[in-house]
């Protein structure tokens, strides 16, 4: 950026957007009156405000910066985690979840644990969640300061403490009422700038026939192979291990994002179940429509900006591009949505994580909590998460594999009670926890074991075999939870007698038409306290 003649331009943007957000955080806490305006935006979402929402819950660094950066690595192969696990993600909670959480009016992922199996779970879950979501919000921290690090030239520490501030600070004043009046904004910017810039590649290298002989990849010759190959395998691995990677790669947040709190609470704050279940749909497709570009353009860059990019350099790939194809103006506009982008993500999961500590878990033992009381403690909650997500980024300093690590704790140990939970009527709560702590106990000791080979294959460098080992181990883990999720919850069913599925207030869910599928224009019927 140092030689970009018009980066007073895209710093302008920056600074603008910046304060945008700050304004929209200060409007919505003036619409915040009670816990439900802050964390659910008053139940009150359209389709055309809910859909954009929802994307944007994953739509930022990782997707945008990150998959572009993998791209230009690995190929497709280096970007089935996002964006087509995630895509995959969306369209399987329209289908399997988001019609019966939005019966059931839960607020939190756990508000399922708590009535579906019991207290120990849902704080067991909870805790878990929490942690995870300080990995994804540091993810988006540390993408936050590598744009300000490209273009002011700051220490990346210094972008990434301004961006977390900013991003507690406007959060904090809002909740979700900010969160989606900025999704809305900053996602057909964001959009825009991604199509206007893989247009402009098609245009310079005369079509796409064009361009899929140009496209390239650092440390594969197969950069449209999106399965393991005979040559090559799976990120360099063979025979199994390979296949568990590749699993891995899907499962993460395609499974792992499933029981998620951040796209739920945006399901959830849509005005019925109906539009809830339209509008994940809708965030699926946009997803992926526009997810695919960010990879496709990394691969782009292997031959328009060169194939020796720096291994540290290598998630500037997008920025570059946009310089290389776009005119200043549209240059600055689409750094500043992408800076806006992974703001989105960050406050999403800051949100997501304060609002299950003061749900299902301060309100574990203080029941009778006033409203004004939650609505302080959620607020404090989430300053507090801000503060431990950006201690965890100074820590790491990656973006995509934070990202990862983050997905793959929850699907080891809480996708099999979630998923199953909602339709098996044989689940209970000894099968719930035995499940999510084998699944989490089995991850730990079988990525040791696999480290063991990653680390040979890595070449004696630590954090690859690390990552790798952490990835291959978490399949297999995932499936040990499913069996015994099975096995222990048969086996336990006289002694402890399953629950049926019941909404927050205690009143069984109507099991009528459960998949988001057909019956789309009925009229949904709300439950309430007095059913």
């Known amino acids: 950026m140092e030689n970009y003649e018009y980066s007073g331009l895209i710093i302008g943007g920056i600074v603008v957007i910046l304060i945008i957000r700050l304004a929209i955080g200060y409007w919505a806490s003036k619409r915040v009156e009670t816990t439900n305006d802050y964390v659910l935006a008053g139940r009150r979402l359209p389709i055309w405000m809910a859909a954009p929402s929802i994307m944007a819950t994953w739509f930022a660094a990782e997707t945008l910066m990150g998959s572009s950066s993998e791209a230009y690595k690995y190929g497709l192969q280096g970007v089935i985690f996002d964006p087509f696990g995630a895509t995959m993600c969306l369209f399987l909670s329209a289908l399997l979840i988001v019609r ?25 879950g909870s805790v878990a969640q929490i942690i995870g979501y300080f990995g994804w919000t540091a993810a988006q921290i540390v993408a936050g300061g590598a744009i300000l690090q490209a273009l002011l030239g700051w220490d990346l520490s210094v972008g990434m403490v301004m961006v977390a501030g900013i991003v507690t600070i406007y959060t904090m004043a809002g909740g979700l009422w900010a969160d989606t009046a900025l999704d809305f904004m900053q996602m057909f910017l964001t959009m825009g700038g991604l199509l206007i810039i ?31 190959t005979a040559e090559e395998g799976y990120f360099g691995y063979q025979g199994t291990m390979g296949w568990f990677y590749y699993l891995a790669a899907w499962m993460a947040i395609g499974f792992g994002s499933i029981p998620a709190q951040d796209y739920l609470q945006r399901t959830c704050a849509a005005k019925n179940e109906n539009v809830a279940v339209k509008s994940t749909y809708l965030a699926a497709f946009l997803y992926i429509t526009f997810g695919v570009l960010s990879p496709f353009i990394g691969m782009a860059a292997f031959h328009a900006i060169g194939p020796d990019i720096a291994e540290d350099q290598t998630q500037f790939v997008l920025i570059s591009m946009a310089m290389k194809y776009l005119s200043p103006i549209f240059v600055a506009l689409f750094v500043a949505a992408l800076a806006s982008a992974l703001m989105s993500t960050s406050d999403s999961s800051m949100l997501a994580g304060a609002t299950m500590f003061t749900e299902n878990i301060v309100k574990v033992f203080k029941p009778d909590l006033s409203d004004k009381t939650q609505l302080l403690l959620t607020r404090i909650a989430l300053v507090v998460s801000g503060v431990l997500s950006l201690a965890i980024a100074l820590w790491a300093e990656t973006i995509y594999q934070l990202a990862v690590l983050a997905n793959t704790c929850i699907l080891v140990g809480m996708v099999a009670p979630y998923v199953i939970g909602m339709y098996w009527k044989k689940a209970n709560h000894i099968g719930a926890l035995t499940s999510f702590f084998s699944g989490t106990i089995s991850w730990v000791f079988l990525s040791m074991y696999y480290y063991q080979e990653t680390i040979v ?17 978490s399949t297999p883990a995932f499936f040990i939870s499913v069996v015994v999720f099975l096995v222990v919850s048969v086996a336990t069913g006289k002694i402890d007698p399953p629950k049926i599925l019941t909404n ?3 009143k069984p869910v109507d099991m009528k038409h459960p998949l988001g599928w057909g019956h789309l224009n009925e009229e949904p019927v709300e439950a309430t306290a007095a059913d």
């Open 100 to 124: 019966l959480a939005r019966r059931a009016q839960y607020v939190t992922i756990m508000d399922f644990f708590q009535h579906r199996y019991g207290t120990a779970m849902s704080v067991v």
């Open 198 to 228: 893989f247009i402009g590649i098609l245009w310079s290298v005369g079509g796409f026939d064009n361009f899929i002989g140009l496209a390239g990849a650092q440390y594969t010759d197969y950069p449209f192979a999106m399965a393991p």
């Open 457 to 473: 294959a890595c070449e004696a460098d630590v954090q690859c075999a690390t990552w790798d080992a952490v990835y291959i181990g």
């Open 504 to 506: 927050i207030y205690g």
